[in-house]
Every structure is written in C-alpha cells, then in structure tokens.
C-alpha cells in the first residue's frame, strides 16, 4: 500500500471517536490476519500442486488398470 493510501486511512481513522478508532484497529488486525492466513495457505497450495496433479494422474491409471479399490469411509 502507498504511503498516501496509508495517510488517507489514518486521517479517515482521525475524525472518528477514539472508541471507534479501537473497533476499526481491531477489524483491521483481524483482516489482516486472515489475509496473511490466506496468501500463506495459497503459496502452500502453489507449492504443493506438482505433486497433487501426479497423485490424481496415479489414481486416474490405477482406476483404469481396475487397481483402485472403493473406500471403506468406516476404516477411517
């Protein structure tokens, strides 16, 4: 984000009540949590896809071999 973006929303946060200054800082901690959670759970994804394309591939030759075998959702 730009300083001036910055700027702006400290002086949009400035005209408001100090009670409602604290309400905004805490939804932003929040959003931003979960956005951090979120770019870190698809770098995570990103990194990992190779392999789970090769897994579905595997499953895909083993289907059609007649390899694969239903599953048993109770052995879980």
């Given at each position: ?12 946060m400035?005209s ?36 789970l ?24």
């Open positions: 984000m730009s300083s001036t973006a910055i700027a702006t929303v400290a002086k949009m400035e408001l009540p100090e009670p409602a200054q604290d309400q905004v800082v805490e939804h932003l901690r929040e959003y931003l949590e979960d956005l951090q959670d979120e770019l870190q759970w698809d770098a995570l994804f990103k990194k990992t896809q190779p392999q394309v090769a897994a579905a591939r595997r499953a895909k030759q083993e289907i059609a071999r007649g390899l694969a075998k239903p599953m048993d959702y109770d052995q879980l």
